[in-house]
């Protein structure tokens, strides 16, 4: 399987099952239109007469052997050589956790998926026993994982700080007799940030999220406090000051963006001039319904931004100005497991959430789903069942996926999204489908672009 597109001035050619990434010249690009395995002898007729309107023949004849060469190498029309590691995408040791500390928010954004906070399920935090009890499930069911990963999440996780410290403090205290180490994150709004805040976050927190969406007048007309106000005035500083303490590492911003700003790259770039060289800006998710909504209508528009942001990006790298856009980020050259390519999602099976009443879900965005209550912290249970069923659902046991293009590098999507507006967690939601596989050929464009300037430069 291959796949081919024109971007930026590159004519590029993926080999889905290899990873090999070609940069071709016309001839190619509009050969590979014309042939595909088993290949014959020489090139047929057909082609060298359709081709020679545009292409001189041994020009054509040459290219076709040059193709049968790159086949013969298996690094384009590859076989896949990953289904049959599916049946090692079983079941494994729990590793990460998100705990909902409050399920609780001092904003209203607009957008959020968590009904403002609390889920639909009342607002609420997490007392000391239970996420006591639940970093003891963790360190019980994580067999011989020894890092664990744990996300303070919310709504806002500051509005339950003093538990945060605790559990924090509980989770060192048992990591040598566990022989297990916590890497724990926090997610946050930066309402409630001041400075003992921060030094704490800076001291134990692996990574942190602060959450703002760009610019002033788009950040404020969606992400609002409780009284109507808008947040952004109150939380720059101080995540500037957070960043800054942490000598710019292990940190991003993260942002969403709607209907209200399909000029996002203008958000992106609003960011980094604020400082932040860590950046996370994405579609939200949603029903369609909803005014501020990502829906058909907008792709070709979010499209062609995604494209204008891409060829800013390589403008600022060619001037010394790199900074990580989070959704271009992509290793060509390693990348995951096997494993991690066909199951890139691991809620359900090596991440779980847990609310502040200890009932366990599959991730937080499954919290309050009807039929996807795992099992509860306090009374011990935890539904193997369906922990099975997550590990399965990979690549090959989504249908969609199977044949699409982008698998590896999507590795089935967002397991949530996929039952929230699709009713099954194997069947992948289009819009988002679509969105991916434009920032994936966005990202692999980039890509040959550094590789052609880093050529040039040796030259």
């Known amino acids: 399987m291959i796949h081919k597109y024109k971007l930026n001035g590159y004519n590029i050619v993926l080999d889905v099952h290899s990873g090999g990434v070609h940069i071709v010249d016309e ?69 990460a956790m998100c705990l909902l500390v409050a399920m609780d928010c001092n904003l209203r954004c607009e957008y959020c998926f968590a009904s403002t906070g609390d889920y639909s399920l009342g607002r609420k935090v997490m007392s ?26 919310g709504g806002e996780p500051l509005m339950n700080w003093n538990v945060v410290k605790q559990l924090v403090e509980y989770g060192r205290s048992r990591e040598e007799e566990y022989g297990k180490r916590f890497r724990f994150t926090i997610t946050t709004n930066g309402m409630l940030l001041d400075d003992e805040k921060m030094d704490f976050i800076n001291k134990e927190m692996s990574n942190v999220v602060m959450s703002i ?36 590492k292990d940190y991003y911003v993260r942002g969403t963006f709607t209907k209200y700003n399909l000029d996002f790259a203008e958000d992106v770039f609003h960011l980094r001039d604020l400082g932040f060289d860590q950046i996370s800006v994405e579609p939200v998710v949603c029903d369609s319904g909803e005014k501020y909504a990502i829906t058909e209508k907008e792709l070709p528009a979010v499209f062609k931004e995604y494209e204008n942001l891409a060829a800013r990006l390589i403008a600022e790298d060619e001037k010394g100005k790199h900074f990580n856009f989070f959704h271009f980020m992509l290793d060509l050259d390693q990348g995951p497991c096997a494993i991690k390519r066909l199951r890139g999602c691991s809620s359900g099976n090596e991440y779980i959430a847990v609310t502040p009443d200890g009932d366990i879900y599959p991730c937080h965005q499954f919290v309050g789903t009807e039929g996807y209550l795992m099992g509860n912290i306090h009374t011990g249970e935890f539904n193997k069942e369906m922990k099975a069923e997550f590990a399965k659902a990979h690549i090959y046991n989504k249908p969609d996926c199977k044949k699409c293009w982008a698998k590896f590098y999507c590795s089935g999507g967002c397991n949530a999204n996929n039952y929230i507006y699709t009713g099954d967690i194997h069947t992948s939601r289009k819009l988002s489908c679509e969105i991916e596989k434009k920032r994936l050929e966005c990202a692999i464009m980039i890509k040959a672009a550094q590789a052609q300037r880093d050529a040039q430069m040796q030259e």
């Open 27 to 95: 001839l190619t690009y509009d050969m590979l239109d014309n042939v595909a395995p088993p290949f014959d002898e020489e090139c047929p007729a057909g082609v060298v007469e359709k081709l020679s309107r545009f292409y001189d023949t041994d020009d054509i004849i040459s290219c076709y052997e040059e193709i049968k060469e790159l086949y013969r190498e298996k690094i384009l029309f590859s076989e896949d050589d990953y289904e049959k590691y599916a049946d090692f995408a079983v079941a494994a040791p729990v590793k």
């Open 213 to 248: 969406d760009g610019r002033k007048e788009v950040n404020d007309r969606v992400r609002k406090r409780v009284d109507g106000t808008g947040c952004y005035d109150r939380i720059v500083d101080r995540y500037y000051r957070l960043a800054e303490k942490r000598g710019f």
């Open 128 to 153: 000391f026993e239970t996420g006591k009890a639940a970093l003891d499930f963790l360190l019980e069911n994580s067999d011989d994982r020894r890092n664990l990963e744990v996300d303070f999440f």
